[in-house]
C-alpha cells in the first residue's frame, strides 16, 4: 500500500484510554476515553464518534494500530480485540506497538534517553530504557525487565530520567539523582500509537490479524494458580 494511510489507533492499556486518526502521517484527531469506554461495547460509541469527526467510514481506515501491551489483562484484552474485530469487518490491516515504546515515543525531542515503566502489580513494575536513534525515534537499549518497584528505583542511575503511568504512584520514592518527566508524559496515548505504527508501515511491517495477541505484564491470577498446581484441572 502507498500513498496516504488513513490509521485508526487504539490505545487502552491503563483507565483512561484514547483513540486517533491520523491520514498521510498527521494526527486528524486525538480523543480520551472515560474509564466506563475500556469495555468492547463501550470502545465502539468512541470509535463511531472518532469517525463521525474525521468525516471517515469504517472502510475508509487501512491501517489499525493498537497498543498491545505490556499492561493490564482487561485493558489490553478489550483494545486488542476491538482493533482486530474492525480490521477484520473493514478489511484494514493491523500493526500492534509495544506500550513502553508508546510511552517513549511522547517524551520531549530533547530526551536522549530514559526509562519508561508500567505498573505491573503486587509491588512490581515491566521497565525499559530507550536511546533516540539518528531520526530522533526511541529505541530500545535493553530488554523489556518485569522488577520489584524498589530494585528498579535504586538501579536507576544519576542523571536518568523517567516517565511511564506507574510514576503516579512512585514518583515520591524516585531518587534525587533521577529526572521525572511532567505528568503528562506519563501515560501511552492512541496519537503516540498512531505516530510509530505510521512509521512501521511504511518500513513494510504489518501483523497477522489472527496471530496478534496482547503481551501481558504477568501471567492471570488464574493461570499463575494453575501452574502451582502443576497443571491440574479442577477434576483431577
Not at 70 to 99: C, H, M, N, Q
Not at 130 to 136: H, K, M, T
Not at 187 to 201: E, G, N, T
Request: glycine share 10%.
Amino acid at each position: 500500500m502507498g500513498g496516504i494511510v488513513r490509521i485508526l489507533a487504539l490505545e487502552t492499556t491503563e483507565m483512561i484510554g484514547s483513540v486517533a486518526a491520523m491520514q498521510d502521517r498527521n494526527l486528524l484527531s486525538e480523543r480520551m476515553l472515560s474509564t466506563q469506554q475500556r469495555s468492547a461495547q463501550s470502545l465502539a460509541p468512541g470509535l463511531r464518534s472518532l469517525l463521525k469527526q474525521v468525516r471517515w467510514r469504517p472502510a475508509d481506515v487501512e491501517l489499525v494500530a493498537v497498543s498491545i501491551g505490556p499492561g493490564s489483562f482487561t485493558g489490553l484484552r478489550v483494545g486488542v480485540a476491538t482493533a482486530k474485530a474492525f480490521a477484520y469487518a473493514a478489511g484494514a490491516e493491523i500493526l500492534g506497538v509495544d506500550t513502553l515504546q508508546v510511552i517513549a515515543a511522547a517524551a520531549p525531542d530533547e530526551i536522549p534517553a530514559l526509562s519508561a515503566a508500567v505498573d505491573a502489580q503486587r509491588g512490581q513494575v515491566v521497565a525499559q530504557s530507550f536511546e533516540r536513534d539518528s531520526d530522533g525515534w526511541p529505541q530500545p537499549s535493553g530488554a523489556a525487565e518485569l522488577i520489584d518497584a524498589y530494585l528498579w528505583l535504586q538501579g536507576l542511575a544519576a542523571g536518568a530520567v523517567v516517565t511511564g503511568p506507574v510514576l503516579g504512584k512512585l514518583a515520591d520514592r524516585v531518587p534525587g539523582h533521577v529526572t521525572v518527566l511532567d505528568a503528562k508524559y506519563w501515560p501511552p496515548k492512541a496519537a503516540s500509537v498512531a505516530r510509530l505504527a505510521a512509521r512501521d508501515h511504511a518500513a513494510g511491517l504489518r501483523d497477522d490479524l489472527w496471530s496478534l495477541v496482547p503481551r501481558y505484564s504477568r501471567r492471570s491470577a488464574a493461570e499463575e494458580k494453575w501452574k502451582k498446581s502443576g497443571g491440574q484441572g479442577l477434576g483431577d
